[in-house]
């Protein structure tokens, strides 16, 4: 059992790095601080739960290193300007800009509702000047070359190692986006696109242009992270190219290797078994979902999977979500409510001993399903298991220690699933209220020693206006709430 100073203890961490496709143990390049950087939205329509699968899936896995005590910079980028942007433009007759702003709004609220809580939301639009110096450097350095129409392009031959992300080690499936006849090879890919008529564009040291898809990622994660960075995450579908293209293009920059320790994967969200995607028709709106099963039912079925896991949308699947986080919310509340008023446990039985050993158990479990890749779905099965304990073993007439071992043990599984902090932050606020009335209590206590007595009616009465009774006995006084 290891932890991080400071954190929390429990196992070793591991992660499926997609760079060797192997288990390793996390240890990032400066504990406690993790850089993550997850690639973002680009915003030329509306946001759908495929791409919430994956951003819910990343905002899981930093929150559950911030419980282990790692401190989470988290990074998540929006592509205000792209090929698709431009193309929406040029189909509506809407300004490229005025687009851009309406979906990265869509996408900002729905992380909001879903509470994805991200460091910084960098803007491509907003780092131009940031990218044209990045690929100034790659074109002295000599990894990149200036085509005569003014773009500027990667020259993949220069990089070694490239498609080792991918597995893809034969340069016959290297083929990238851009077929054009001006690059040197066919999958040299670019960095800085020279202006086409009725495009927008920046001024360049090579003309009038806009960055190309991957050099963004590159420029905006190396600014905030300082460098290098721990985890660099994304769906699957961005292994290749837009993976292999910012892995090569940072190194080349940084003149060093590797810039991400840890490459993380998350798989797709099928619906009938398809892939969900603009050109099967197959789109479920996010804010759609929202609207129908609301965020926590959302939010707990895209953590249901192992995040490298294919995860299939149903009605059903959303419908046991959705009686999980009834029954685990019930839970949180039922818990606190127990603990409002705490008796010492002096002695506990043989059997409540044993529900005692039950929660440590799941406790462990859930930790060792976590540690282990991030595997939600068997973290899911532990936290069923505590709610289930709960509704037969522990709701009724518990001792504080059962009670109160099983609230933390929610607490640690709610710090994840985010799915009752409304319930935990309104428990909290109950604990400090009752803590004030206490102290005003006694603060009237002291004053009827010292004889003052009209203060102490005044302390009396103000608090029968807010509903808080007091009753005196000769050696105490108790209070209770209307």
Same mark, same amino acid.
């Given at each position: 059992?290891?932890g991080v +100073?400071g954190?929390l203890?429990g196992?070793?961490?591991?992660?499926?790095?997609t760079?060797?496709r192997?288990?390793e143990?996390?240890?990032?390049f400066?504990?406690?601080?993790v850089?993550?950087y997850?690639?973002?939205?680009?915003p030329?329509?509306?946001t759908?739960?495929?791409?919430?699968?994956?951003f819910?899936?990343f905002d899981?896995?930093?929150?559950?290193l911030e419980?282990?005590?790692?401190?989470v910079?988290?990074?998540?980028n929006?592509?205000?300007?792209?090929d698709k942007i431009?193309?929406? $433009?040029?189909?509506?007759g809407?300004?490229w800009?005025?687009?851009?702003?309406k979906y990265?709004?869509?996408?900002?609220?729905?992380m909001?509702?879903?509470?994805?809580?991200?460091?910084i939301?960098p803007?491509?639009?907003?780092?131009?000047?940031?990218i044209?110096?990045?690929?100034?450097?790659?074109?002295?350095?000599?990894?990149?070359?200036?085509a +005569?129409?003014?773009?500027?392009?990667?020259n993949?031959?220069?990089?070694?190692?490239y498609?080792?992300?991918?597995?893809?080690?034969?340069k016959?499936?290297?083929?990238?986006?851009?077929?054009v006849?001006e690059?040197l090879?066919?999958?040299d890919?670019?960095l800085?696109k020279?202006?086409?008529?009725?495009e927008?564009?920046?001024?360049?040291?090579?003309?009038?242009?806009?960055p190309?898809?991957?050099?963004?990622?590159?420029?905006?994660?190396?600014?905030?992270?300082g460098?290098?960075l721990?985890?660099?995450?994304?769906?699957s579908?961005?292994?290749?190219?837009?993976h292999e293209?910012?892995?090569?293009?940072?190194?080349?920059?940084l003149g060093?290797?590797p810039w991400v320790?840890y490459w993380?994967?998350?798989?797709?969200?099928?619906?009938?078994?398809?892939?969900?995607s603009? $050109?099967?028709?197959?789109?479920i709106?996010?804010?759609?979902?929202?609207?129908?099963w609301?965020e926590?039912?959302l939010r707990?079925?895209l953590?249901?999977a192992h995040?490298?896991a294919?995860?299939?949308?149903s009605?059903?699947s959303?419908k046991q979500?959705?009686?999980?986080?009834?029954?685990?919310?019930s839970m949180?509340?039922?818990l606190?409510?127990?603990?409002?008023?705490?008796?010492?446990?002096?002695?506990?039985?043989?059997?409540?001993v044993?529900?005692l050993?039950?929660?440590?158990?799941?406790?462990?479990?859930w930790h060792?399903?976590?540690?282990s890749?991030f595997?939600f779905?068997?973290?899911?099965r532990?936290?069923?298991?505590?709610?289930?304990?709960?509704y037969?073993?522990?709701?009724?007439?518990?001792?504080?220690?059962?009670?109160l071992?099983?609230?933390?043990?929610?607490?640690?599984?709610?710090?994840?699933?985010?799915?009752?902090?409304d319930?935990?932050?309104?428990a $909290? $606020?109950k604990?400090?209220?009752?803590?004030?009335?206490?102290?005003?209590?006694?603060?009237r206590?002291e004053?009827?020693?010292?004889?003052e007595?009209?203060?102490?009616?005044?302390?009396?009465?103000?608090?029968?206006?807010?509903?808080?009774?007091?009753?005196?006995?000769?050696?105490?006084?108790?209070?209770?709430?209307k």
């Amino acid at each position: 059992m290891v932890g991080v +100073k400071g954190g929390l203890t429990g196992p070793v961490i591991k992660v499926r790095n997609t760079m060797g496709r192997r288990l390793e143990i996390f240890e990032p390049f400066n504990p406690p601080l993790v850089r993550m950087y997850v690639c973002g939205p680009t915003p030329y329509d509306y946001t759908h739960i495929g791409h919430a699968r994956t951003f819910v899936a990343f905002d899981g896995i930093k929150r559950y290193l911030e419980l282990r005590g790692y401190s989470v910079l988290h990074i998540q980028n929006i592509t205000d300007i792209d090929d698709k942007i431009i193309n929406k $433009s040029r189909e509506t007759g809407e300004d490229w800009r005025s687009i851009a702003d309406k979906y990265a709004r869509d996408y900002l609220e729905a992380m909001s509702r879903l509470r994805v809580n991200i460091t910084i939301h960098p803007k491509v639009t907003e780092h131009i000047i940031d990218i044209i110096e990045f690929v100034k450097k790659l074109v002295e350095k000599g990894y990149a070359y200036v085509a +005569k129409s003014g773009s500027v392009y990667f020259n993949v031959d220069k990089y070694p190692g490239y498609g080792s992300l991918s597995g893809r080690r034969d340069k016959q499936y290297w083929n990238q986006e851009e077929h054009v006849t001006e690059k040197l090879h066919p999958y040299d890919f670019a960095l800085w696109k020279a202006a086409k008529p009725g495009e927008p564009f920046w001024e360049s040291p090579w003309g009038r242009g806009r960055p190309g898809w991957h050099i963004e990622c590159s420029v905006m994660s190396t600014k905030y992270a300082g460098g290098k960075l721990d985890i660099h995450g994304g769906a699957s579908d961005l292994i290749f190219p837009h993976h292999e293209n910012e892995r090569a293009q940072s190194e080349a920059y940084l003149g060093e290797a590797p810039w991400v320790k840890y490459w993380l994967h998350t798989g797709y969200l099928t619906i009938e078994g398809e892939k969900m995607s603009k $050109s099967l028709g197959n789109i479920i709106l996010l804010r759609d979902a929202l609207n129908k099963w609301g965020e926590n039912t959302l939010r707990a079925w895209l953590l249901s999977a192992h995040y490298r896991a294919q995860i299939e949308y149903s009605e059903q699947s959303l419908k046991q979500a959705q009686r999980f986080v009834e029954r685990f919310r019930s839970m949180i509340q039922g818990l606190a409510k127990l603990l409002e008023n705490p008796e010492p446990s002096h002695k506990l039985g043989i059997e409540e001993v044993q529900v005692l050993r039950e929660i440590e158990n799941i406790t462990a479990n859930w930790h060792r399903e976590m540690s282990s890749d991030f595997n939600f779905s068997g973290a899911l099965r532990e936290a069923q298991k505590l709610v289930n304990l709960y509704y037969s073993k522990i709701r009724d007439n518990s001792p504080t220690a059962l009670v109160l071992e099983a609230y933390k043990t929610a607490l640690q599984i709610n710090k994840v699933l985010a799915v009752a902090d409304d319930i935990v932050h309104g428990a $909290s $606020s109950k604990g400090l209220e009752a803590k004030l009335i206490e102290l005003i209590v006694e603060i009237r206590s002291e004053l009827r020693r010292r004889k003052e007595y009209t203060l102490a009616d005044t302390i009396r009465d103000k608090l029968g206006e807010l509903g808080i009774i007091l009753m005196d006995y000769k050696d105490r006084t108790e209070w209770r709430i209307k």
